[in-house]
T-cell receptor, first 115, second 110 residues
Framework: DSGVTQTPKHLITATGQRVTLRCSPRSGDLSVYWYQQSLDQGLQFLIQYYNGEERAKGNILERFSAQQFPDLHSELNLSSLELGDSALYFC??????????????FGPGTRLTVL | GNSVTQMEGPVTLSEEAFLTINCTYTATGYPSLFWYVQYPGEGLQLLLKATKADDKGSNKGFEATYRKETTSFHLEKGSVQVSDSAVYFCALPGNTPLVFGKGTRLSVIA
């Protein structure tokens, strides 16, 4: 158990819908990262927050947005869903942004299926 | 930007066989290098890391040496077990917090 929790574990929805994925980082970790893992694209970095502020942005679509709240939990919002958005979405956390010495701890993921 | 290339899988080995998964990197300077492992149905977890050239990271019988001459960080284990069946990712810091390779799926059969 990494200490990172993600809900829900599974999500099945239809095209055009909007969903929210939730992540609670390990106690004491200030940085949260979101990743998308699909069979054809591999593991893609979406976005990072550090202590409530956006720190880095990756290949995140405009239809997707995220935020980190004062209690440090984070939510990833996916809207106007398409079939191609079906994937595993991982949240990870770390103590701070310096990954040279501080590892990322990954949650178990949310499996999103868009029908 | 920084990038990693790791060998394509899948790799299938018999129990107690020797494992090598190749990883080469392209980077500015000498960043830390990582191997992450993803067991079936789980998230990634850090397996080992090396923070400078010539460092050897090791954990759970796995080893990898940071070689700047060959820009490599190959993962090795002398005797694999069925429980090592997983997907292994090489990674380093880059334009994003961590840049991951495409992953190498390892299956170990008894």
């Amino acid at each position: 158990d990494s200490g990172v929790t993600q809900t829900p574990k599974h999500l099945i929805t239809a095209t055009g819908q909007r969903v929210t994925l939730r992540c609670s980082p390990r106690s004491g970790d200030l940085s949260v990262y979101w990743y998308q893992q699909s069979l054809d694209q591999g593991l893609q970095f979406l976005i990072q927050y550090y202590n409530g502020e956006e720190r880095a942005k990756g290949n995140i679509l405009e239809r997707f947005s995220a935020q980190q709240f004062p209690d440090l939990h984070s939510e990833l919002n996916l809207s106007s869903l398409e079939l191609g958005d079906s994937a595993l979405y991982f949240c990870a956390s770390s103590v701070d942004s310096d990954l040279k010495y501080n590892e990322q701890f990954f949650g178990p993921g949310t499996r999103l299926t868009v029908l | 930007g920084n990038s990693v290339t790791q060998m394509e899988g899948p790799v299938t080995l018999s129990e107690e066989a020797f494992l090598t998964i190749n990883c080469t990197y392209t980077a500015t300077g000498y960043p830390s290098l990582f191997w992450y492992v993803q067991y079936p149905g789980e998230g990634l977890q850090l397996l080992l890391k090396a923070t400078k050239a010539d460092d050897k990271g090791s954990n759970k019988g796995f080893e990898a040496t940071y070689r700047k001459e060959t820009t490599s960080f190959h993962l090795e284990k002398g005797s694999v077990q069925v429980s090592d069946s997983a997907v292994y990712f090489c990674a380093l810091p880059g334009n994003t917090p961590l840049v991951f390779g495409k992953g190498t799926r390892l299956s170990v059969i008894a």
